[in-house]
Structures are given as structure tokens and as C-alpha cells.
């Protein structure tokens, strides 16, 4: 079964600092990769996605991920952090294809912005 | 509103009560997703539907969960004799056709919190 581990459970950076949220899978195949954001009093919502093609791929709100299959790897970056960054972010992997309807989402890394 | 609507956004109950959580699903999407976020974890898949049936309820924990979606819209989950270990946001997500997992088009609602007590 697919896993997902996401090691950094708190991060904290400064308004305008780079940001580097890491996230690693366990899959035999090529997975499908996803980021979501938590924000308080709002559900999931969905950054960014790869499923196949460029390994790097662009989302909303400026943040981008890289997939690197040798390091079975997904982490999620933005050159600069706004405050309004504050929030939880998931990891996710659909690890079958067409016919699996199952998300393994990591626990999530909680970032804090200070101003 | 526009988005997944979930009901109640907070629920107390007594140990071996009987729970019914409700998901009100972006209108004209087909697909319903129910999963299940315990404190300081990720979410964790419960059921899929495609229209009225359920395709996938692997994920339920036992038979105390059952989730019926009988006319394609809106969805219940229903927990029968609760357990303190059942406390946790109950995530409700929808998709439209075509899309999905396989294109990542998954809307969450902001959740149901559950406390057993």
C-alpha cells in the first residue's frame, strides 16, 4: 500500500523568506502527487498536482512542486511567503490509476508566517 | 452556497449514541467522497460514491459505518453505538464528471467535528 510521510510537522519562516515544505511517498509505480492547503474554517483545497510530464509543476497562489522519482520525493516551494501562507499543508498520493478513488494524504506540515 | 455544504459543523454526543452527519455536495457533481481526519493526522479515506452507489467503502473503520447517498445528491454518515475513538472531523468532498482523483478536481467541505464523550 502507498504511503506518504511528510517529516516536518511544524515550520516556521519569515514573511518574504523562501519556503521548502518537503514530502516523500512510498509506491512501486508512478504515483499521482498532490499538495492541498488547510486553512482555518476552510476545507482542503488543492494547490497542485502532477501526474505525468514535467517534473515541475506550477500551482495556485505561487507555489510550484518538483517530483524527483529517484528520491521518490514531492516537495512543495515558493520563492516568498506572505503572511496569508499560514496554514496546514498535506501531501497526497493516488497510487493506482484510473479506477482508485482513494487519497493517502501524509499528517500534514503546519506552517507559521512571521510578519 | 456554492461550495460542499456539511452539517453539523459541530457535534457532541454521549458514548453508544447514534450519529448522522450530512454532506450537501457541489450541485451537478457526481462523485461524493466521505473521509475522516483524526487530531494531528491526514485525512483518511471512508467511501467514495458514484451517483447513488457506493464504489469504494473500503476505508470504513467497522460496521457501526454506514453512509447511503439515495438520490445521488446529497449524503449521510451514520455511526451506530459511537465510540470516544470516533471523535474526529469528518471530511466530506465532491467531484464533477470527468473529473476526480484522476484529475485531482476533489472539493472539500470544511468538515463535520465530532465529539463522543
Known amino acids: 500500500a502507498q504511503s506518504v510521510t511528510q517529516p516536518d510537522i511544524h515550520i516556521t519562516v519569515s514573511e518574504g523568506a523562501s519556503l521548502e515544505l518537503r514530502c516523500n511517498y512510498s509506491?512501486?509505480?508512478?504515483?499521482?502527487l498532490f499538495w492541498y492547503v488547510q486553512s482555518p474554517g476552510q476545507g482542503l483545497q488543492l494547490l497542485l498536482k502532477y501526474f505525468s510530464g514535467d517534473t515541475l509543476v506550477q500551482g495556485i497562489k505561487g507555489f510550484e512542486a518538483e517530483f524527483k522519482r529517484s528520491q521518490s520525493s514531492f516537495n512543495l516551494r515558493k520563492p516568498s511567503v506572505h503572511w496569508s501562507d499560514a496554514a496546514e499543508y498535506f501531501c497526497a498520493v493516488e497510487g493506482s490509476g484510473a479506477g482508485s478513488y482513494q487519497l493517502t494524504f501524509g499528517k500534514g506540515t503546519k506552517l507559521s508566517v512571521i510578519p | 452556497g456554492a461550495g460542499v455544504s456539511q452539517t453539523p459543523s459541530n457535534k457532541v454526543t454521549e458514548k453508544g449514541k447514534y450519529v448522522e452527519l450530512r454532506c450537501d455536495p457541489i450541485s451537478g457533481h457526481t462523485a461524493l467522497y466521505w473521509y475522516r481526519q483524526s487530531l494531528g493526522q491526514g485525512p483518511e479515506f471512508l467511501i467514495y460514491f458514484q451517483g447513488t452507489g457506493a464504489a469504494d467503502d473500503s476505508g470504513l473503520p467497522n460496521d457501526r459505518f454506514f453512509a447511503v447517498r439515495p438520490e445521488g445528491s446529497v449524503s449521510t454518515l451514520k455511526i451506530q453505538r459511537t465510540e470516544r475513538g470516533d471523535s474526529a472531523v469528518y471530511l466530506c468532498?465532491?467531484?464533477?464528471?470527468?473529473?476526480?482523483?484522476?484529475?485531482?478536481?476533489?472539493?472539500f467541505g470544511e468538515g463535520s467535528r465530532l465529539t463522543v464523550l
Open positions: 509506491y512501486g509505480a508512478t504515483p499521482y
Open positions: 468532498a465532491s467531484s464533477p464528471p470527468g473529473g476526480g482523483i484522476n484529475t485531482g478536481e476533489l472539493f
